[in-house]
Structure formats: structure tokens, C-alpha cells
């Protein structure tokens, strides 16, 4: 980011000659001098190696050592915010100047003087007019002046909206390896600037041209990457006319180097294969007790990373909601865990596929050979077939946890099948399977499903009890019909007598019987009653 500057202010500041002796003593011995000028070297040089009387002073321009420039909190600072520029030399009573390169920066005038004779030159308010190039000195017109300090670059951000930086392919990188990382703005810039955050005091920067028009990118290469730090970036894009005025900070992009600890374990709820707009969560766990997990995707361009809790002692996970999912859901997810105190993080665990149904539009048919309903331990046989060409297909069963067996698939009748075999089967083997066509394009993204196919194995279930006769089982039928019979008599216990009938029949005889005394009875009274 440097750039050569035709003039440096500083040279038209007032500095001594290259050897001058200042006081008036020596005037007055030169006026006395004989010999003319040839005496009036030999003077100087004696009195300017310490033969005077003490009262002497004799500095060559320039060799003061240079002073230290250096800007507080940051060289690096938000449009808007504060910051001190800060000189300091070797002297303790010393005069400093401030200037800027190439332009002339007209706020240093306005420093109060208490200020500046402390070597602090304060900013209130950064705005575009602060940023630039800049360089300070100390001394005096009898002391002469140091040499300049290195020069210190006050960056202004925040001009322009923020670039997107994306790792590629993964920010997931193997350690001892390199990574591409990809800053792009939407407007045409021809400057990019990335920054490593992290442990060092002042971020490192890369500058790289643009290598498309119109919307602008940078590519910057990384590495090699180690476990044992962090690796956290920012892009930031600018104007070559304004160098020093930079666009906001990108996104923090952090790198995930694994290391060699003992992997997690990742899984899927409620399973792998999944329709467009449900919802589904990956969990990774571990029983290392690892604080935090992070979960990738290969080939993503950022992970997920989230605190891990404890469900049981000893053990440590944490849960990743996906969903609404869609088609860029679908794709190979790893995960791996980090202790809080430590930058490294675990060995990846195993790949898991998540798949995204209803993406192709084509419907495979499944079916069962030699039936639907075989006897425990028989070969069987499900074929999945499509009419349309298929490069692999995929076998599910509803409920199960494993992932889905795939096979590739092959031309039968002018069909393309794949046949799933299951010998022998047991009842593990019962449930609804479903199956799914995908192609080498994009092997995540598969079919709509099959119909479902209900597979029943008869004689898996085991009984309690062993098997009963025919005879028996009359027999047992009897019991239940009557299970308080009299085996001594077996037509009576299996028919047993009902008095209900005649119970009836006599208490209507016994009413009427009532009814024809009742009658009597009121006849007699109203006789008697009668003249």
C-alpha cells in the first residue's frame, strides 16, 4: 500500500548545517582569530570535541534517533469513533512535529500546544479527512531533529457496505493444509484487503486485485493451517483513488482446523431423508465432554457452531435445528467438539447424508418378491424400478435409524431397477419401506417416494405358550364359555338348567289369584252395605 510521494513536507522544515557549533563564544573567538579562514576550522573542531568551556552545543542534523509512531486503541478505526496518534523519542525536553504524506492534513494545526509537546495528537471524531499516510519527528531549531519515524497508516472503515468472504471449498481445512479464501463485493472495487484476527496485535494484511469487472472479487490463498491456533478473517474492499478509506468489515470467518481427539458421533432426528419445508435436528455427541460442538457440511462455505450441555455424566452434545428445509439442504454433514480453553478442535465424525425427496420428477415402484407376507427365515427380495433412467437407488425402511441402502441401478425390460435382497429375513425385518430414485448430478437430491410397501413375516412373532391341538382348542373355547362346569356330568356342565320360565309363570298365577280374592273381598263388603 505504499506509494512514492514527489515531496516530503519535512524538507522544507528549518534544520541546522550538517556541522555548526551555535553560541556566541564562538563568534568571538573566530573575530579574534589570526591566520584568516584557516584558523576558523581548527576552532570549530576543537570546541565541537569538548575543548570549550561548557557552554557549547554542536548536533549534526538528522542523527537523533528516529521516534516511535503509533495509534491508540487502533490503526484501524470506525468512522466515527476516537483515536491518538502518539510520537515519542529519546529526549525529555523535545518539540514534535506531525505530518501527513503526499496531503496536507489541516486538523494537526488545531491540536492544542500542551498537547502536542507530549507528543499526542488526539482525534475525537475519525471522518475520511483523518485517513492517510503519516510520519512525525522530534527536536528543535537548537537541537536540531530526529530522523522520521516509520510511517504509520490510519485506516478509516466503513465507507462502503461490507463484502461477503466465503472459504473454498470448505472452511473446514486439514492441518498442514491451505484454503482459497473469496472476498466479493456487489460494487466494482479495485482493492480488497483481508485480515487475520486473532492473536496478534495488529492484523496482517494481504492485498489482492480484483479478478472479475462489474461485481468485484479477490481471491486470497491461506496457509498451511495448524490446530493449535485460531484462524479468524475479515475482508475489507476499497478505492485505489483513496486507499486508506476502507468499506465496513466483512463477517468474521473462522477456520475449523481438526485435530486428533477422539471424534463424536453424529445423527439425525426424526431421520436422513427429508420432504422440502419440514424441519429436522442433527446432534452430535461425544462422552469426551467436549464445551462446544461445531457442525459443517462439506463443500459448505460456513459451520454452525453451539454450546454443548450435559444430559448425562460423563456424556456432552449439542443439538443444530435445520428447516425449513430445501434442496440446498441436502448434502454430506460431519461434526467435531472443543474444550473451551483450547483452540483445537476434535477429529471430524463420520459423514452423514441428508437427502431432500421430491427434488426429481419421477415416482419409482416398489415391490416384494416372492410376496408381501413370507415365513421367517425365506429369501426375499425388494425391487425398486423406474421407467426413466436412474443412476442409484435408495432403500428406507419408516422409523429405522440407519441410513438408506443404496445400490446402483441396472437396465431390466427396458426398465432401470435395483434389487434389495433380505435373507433371511427375520422380524426385524417388519415394517414399511419406501424407495427413492437420484442421479449422479447431485446424489442428495432424490425422487418422490414409492408407494408404501408393507413387508409382514409370519411365524416371527414368538408366543408365551406352546402350540395347542385342534382338539385342545374346542376345548379351551368350551372353558371360556363356562368356566364354573361340573366335569362329572358334561351335558349339564356344558348346558347348565334355567328355572327363569317357570319362576315367571308362577308368580302370574299367584298375582291373579290376588286379583280374583281382591274382587270377592269388595263384593261382600258392598253387600252387606246394601238395604
Known sequence: ???????????????????????????????????????????T???????????????????????????EPDSVITQGSPVTLRCQGTLETQE?????????????????QELVKKGQFPIPSTTWEHAGRYRCIYGSHTAGWSERSDPLELVVTGAYRKPILSALPSPVVASGGSVTLQCDSRVAFDGFILCKEGEDEHPQCLISQPRTHGSSRAVFSVGPVSPSRRWSYR??????????????????????????????????????????????????????????????????????QRPGRQPQAGLSQANFPLGP????????????????????????????????SGQIRARPFLSVQPGSTVASGENVTLLCQSQGWMHTFLLTKEGAA???LRLKSKRRSHK????????????????????????????????????????VVSGAAETFSPPQTKSDSK?????????????????TASFPQDYTVENLICMGMAGLILVVLGILLFEAQHSQRSP
Open 96 to 112: 514534535y512535529r506531525l505530518y501527513r504524506e503526499e496531503k496536507t492534513a489541516p486538523w494537526i494545526t488545531r491540536i492544542p
Open 325 to 356: 428445509v430445501s434442496r440446498s439442504y441436502g448434502g454430506q454433514y460431519r461434526c467435531s467438539g472443543a474444550h473451551n480453553l483450547s483452540s483445537e478442535w476434535s477429529a471430524p465424525s463420520d459423514p452423514l447424508d441428508i437427502l431432500i
Open 416 to 455: 432401470y431397477q435395483a434389487e434389495f435382497p433380505m435373507s433371511p429375513v427375520t422380524s426385524a425385518h417388519v415394517g414399511t419401506y419406501r424407495c427413492y430414485g437420484s442421479l449422479s448430478s447431485n446424489p442428495y437430491l432424490l425422487t418422490h417416494p414409492s408407494d408404501p410397501l408393507e413387508l
Open 1 to 43: 500500500m505504499t506509494k512514492p510521494h514527489k515531496k516530503d513536507p519535512a524538507s522544507e522544515w528549518p534544520h541546522p548545517v550538517s556541522l555548526s557549533c551555535q553560541h556566541r563564544g564562538l563568534i568571538h573567538l573566530q573575530s579574534r582569530a589570526v591566520g584568516g579562514d584557516a584558523m576558523i576550522p581548527i576552532l
Open 475 to 491: 376345548a379351551g373355547a368350551a372353558e371360556t364359555l363356562s368356566p364354573s362346569q361340573n366335569n362329572s356330568d358334561p351335558k
Open 402 to 404: 440407519d441410513p438408506p
Open 235 to 304: 475482508c475489507y474492499s476499497y478505492d485505489s483513488h483513496s486507499p486508506y478509506v476502507w468499506s465496513l468489515p466483512s463477517d468474521v470467518l473462522e477456520l475449523l482446523v481438526p485435530g486428533v481427539s477422539k471424534k463424536p458421533s453424529l445423527s439425525v432426528q426424526p431421520g436422513p431423508v427429508v420432504a422440502p419445508g419440514e424441519k429436522l435436528i442433527l446432534q452430535c455427541g461425544s462422552n469426551v465432554g467436549y464445551d462446544r460442538f461445531a457442525l459443517y457440511k462439506e463443500w459448505g462455505r460456513d459451520f454452525l
Open 45 to 71: 573542531v576543537l570546541i565541537c570535541l569538548g575543548l570549550s568551556l561548557g557552554w557549547r552545543t554542536c548536533v549534526q542534523a538528522g542523527t537523533l534517533p528516529k521516534p516511535t509512531l503509533w495509534a
